[in-house]
């Protein structure tokens, strides 16, 4: 019973998988290429001029005096955008939640343009989970950022003198702890972003492909550091 299944669902989800596979190939090519480069000079990437920024700025506060306020007002600031982001991927869940429960009554209009992908109201809960996880994803990473931030927030206005003895309370491990909650916002931020073509293959996955290669392109200008700019 299941050998005469499993073909079936071969060729109706099959034009599907077969562009989701690659999809991803693009994207791993396109990672592949920029870590390439990055190892030929840092610098190429805007992620590297941003971590070294955060770095320089945790050091030069935690170096001096007279700098307490504002580095309590940066980071504020700082944490706003991803208080905000939080609240953003909490209703783009529910959102995503009540989609998937009104999979057969929404599926076959939603497949009108479709061009070759499959009409299956089973392949299109599978297209919304993949967006679920995306969206999970990126909350996440906005809370682990909120977190790490809040952390960093006590720990800079420590003076110097308690700073001896304690590694862990030292500028290197405090600029660290910063660069992590920078990356996270950038996780949360490409997560978003990538959500734009699984948005895309609900549609069908001609719309997927397209949408792939969109933001790929655009990612190839937002990761690179302009110089001059």
């Avoid at 992908?117 to 993949?130: E, L, R, T, Y």
Wanted: one cysteine or more; aromatic letters at 10%.
């Amino acid at each position: 019973m299941a050998n005469e299944v499993l073909p079936g669902w071969l060729r109706e989800a099959g034009a599907d998988a077969m562009v989701m596979a690659a999809c991803i190939l693009l994207v791993l090519a396109y990672y592949a290429f920029h870590r390439k480069r990055v190892r030929r000079d840092p610098t190429y990437s805007i992620h590297y001029v941003n971590d070294m920024t955060r770095r320089i700025w945790v050091e030069s506060v935690m170096s001096g005096t007279g700098k307490d306020i504002m580095a309590v007002q940066t980071l504020r600031n700082f944490i706003m955008y991803p208080i905000l982001m939080v609240s953003t991927c909490a209703l783009l869940i529910v959102g995503t939640l009540t989609l998937s429960g009104q999979a057969g009554n929404i599926a076959n209009s939603w497949h009108a343009i479709n061009l070759g992908g499959s009409h299956s109201a089973g392949v299109w809960i599978v297209k919304i989970m993949f967006l679920l996880v995306d969206f999970l994803v990126a909350f996440f990473a906005y809370v682990s950022a909120i977190r790490l931030a809040n952390h960093v927030l006590f720990m800079i206005n420590i003076p110097r003198e308690a700073q001896s003895g304690h590694d862990v309370l030292s500028p290197s491990h405090v600029a660290d702890r910063l660069i992590l909650a920078g990356k996270m916002v950038a996780l949360g931020m490409r997560t978003l972003i990538f959500a734009i073509p699984l948005a895309f293959w609900l549609f069908g996955p001609l719309y997927l492909l397209i949408g792939t290669v969109g933001v790929v392109g655009f990612l190839s200008r937002l990761d690179r550091h302009q110089r001059g700019l």
